[in-house]
């Protein structure tokens, strides 16, 4: 019974992804070609080839996927300043979503992506399960893991690094559904995280 429901859902992504694909055009980012992401500072030099997809979450953000944006996907969010949320708002007066400001501390960072989440996914379910200390962009950040319900209520996981640089917000994350995609690509992740950099 666990089995099937699993197949139903990995079943769903890949419907999902596949309809996706077809609409949504893609540039090459080729192994070991360093690239500027997010019309930002952030410089990265990806490890293997990723796809960069042509439809953005805000103007401070960019989406790459190995297997198709609901199999895998890795957001950039490049300096985000304060009084902007994280994705664009498509209704600030029915549906306004959280923004960062220029007080938002880093351990406040997974509560401002939760929120940005169920505003703007529309998700019911949401859950921080680890948060630490972390070096990222050269600089003192946070690591934070999650879990949530999609729209499809498809079990995912996500990963995030984040810091504030001159009260900006950088923040990068990886998602995929928890049954296979995550374990089978979170390395790949993890790999394209290290190269990022920015100037000092």
Request: cysteine-free; proline content about 6%; hydrophobic content about 40%.
């Amino acid at each position: 019974m666990i089995t099937a429901y699993r197949s139903a859902l990995l079943g769903a992504a890949i419907v999902a992804a596949s309809a996706s694909s077809a609409v949504t055009a893609n540039d090459f980012r080729e192994q070991g070609k360093t690239v500027k992401v997010a019309k930002s500072a952030i410089n990265v030099t990806p490890p293997k080839n990723w796809n960069k997809l042509s439809a953005t979450p805000a103007k401070h953000a960019e989406v790459w996927t190995l297997d198709g944006e609901q199999l895998n996907e890795v957001t950039f969010y490049g300096g985000v300043i304060a009084g902007k949320p994280l994705v664009k708002e498509r209704n600030k007066k029915r549906n306004p979503l959280p923004k960062f400001t220029s007080t938002t501390l880093l351990i406040e960072l997974p509560e401002l992506l939760e929120n940005t989440y169920r505003a703007s996914k529309q998700i019911g379910s949401f859950s921080l399960t680890s948060s630490k200390p972390d070096r990222f962009l050269d600089r003192d950040g946070i690591y934070f893991a999650y879990e949530f319900l999609d729209q499809d209520n498809l079990p995912r996981k996500g990963e995030a690094r984040a810091v504030l640089i001159n009260k900006k917000l950088y923040l990068v994350t990886f998602e995929a559904p928890r049954v296979h995609y995550f374990d089978r690509t979170i390395d790949d992740f993890r790999a394209l995280a290290s190269t990022a950099t920015v100037p000092s």
